[in-house]
């Protein structure tokens, strides 16, 4: 099974640079977008935002969860990344209790399993990802449960992750789990 790798750099720019063929947040279904890295990534790809949102036009936040909307981003003129908003978090975040986190955390593998079959689909062959530390800023989770998941239902499947973990805080959680995990610099 191949490992997650992991970097230092920013996500946002790690779109931009060409060198994904793929990116996903984990998004809750309520279609939002105001929180955490959300917004941000909807300023910078409206693409984003407007496939949450054509996909929540037609399916209820309960029937969203374990699934994902997707777009199509072209970061440069010669390539594409296609882009997952990750239905694994009901509520928002202002209203999770620890028994949401658990519950959604199935949700959350359902969908990383569907997106990564869908990659395989149709990729054809261009299989890198990258995530932020997916569901484990303001939705709660911890990262020993969601980078196993990962693993499982990503890595395993040969498609090569990256995680973006661009402050110290958060690497310092990141090796709290994984000591021997070394961080690519942002070039």
């Known amino acids: 099974?191949?490992?997650?790798?992991?970097?230092?750099?920013?996500?946002?720019?790690?779109?931009?640079?060409?060198?994904?063929?793929?990116?996903?947040?984990?998004?809750?279904a309520q279609c939002?977008?105001?929180?955490?890295?959300?917004?941000?990534?909807a300023a910078e790809y409206p693409q984003i935002k407007e496939a949450d949102e054509k996909y929540s036009a037609v399916f209820s936040p309960e029937k969203k969860m374990g699934t994902f909307s997707r777009c199509l981003m072209w970061v440069n003129q010669n390539h594409p990344v296609t882009f997952f908003n990750l239905y694994g978090q009901l509520d928002r975040s202002s209203k999770r209790t620890a028994d949401d986190v658990i519950r959604d955390y199935a949700y959350l593998e359902q969908a990383l399993d569907t997106m990564a079959t869908d990659l395989l689909d149709n990729l054809n062959g261009r299989l890198h990802v990258g995530f932020p530390l997916i569901g484990c800023g303001r939705a709660g989770g911890d990262w020993a449960i969601v980078s196993r998941m990962i693993e499982t239902a990503v890595c395993a499947k040969g498609i090569k992750v990256t995680v973006f973990v661009p402050d110290e805080k958060s690497q310092q959680k990141v090796r709290a789990i994984y000591p021997y995990v070394q961080f690519a610099q942002d070039e």
Request: net charge neutral; aromatic share 6%; glycine share 8%.
């Open 1 to 28: 099974m191949t490992a997650i790798n992991y970097s230092a750099g920013c996500f946002v720019r790690a779109i931009k640079s060409g060198d994904l063929d793929a990116a996903a947040q984990q998004s809750n």
């Open 32 to 41: 939002s977008m105001t929180s955490g890295l959300a917004p941000v990534l």
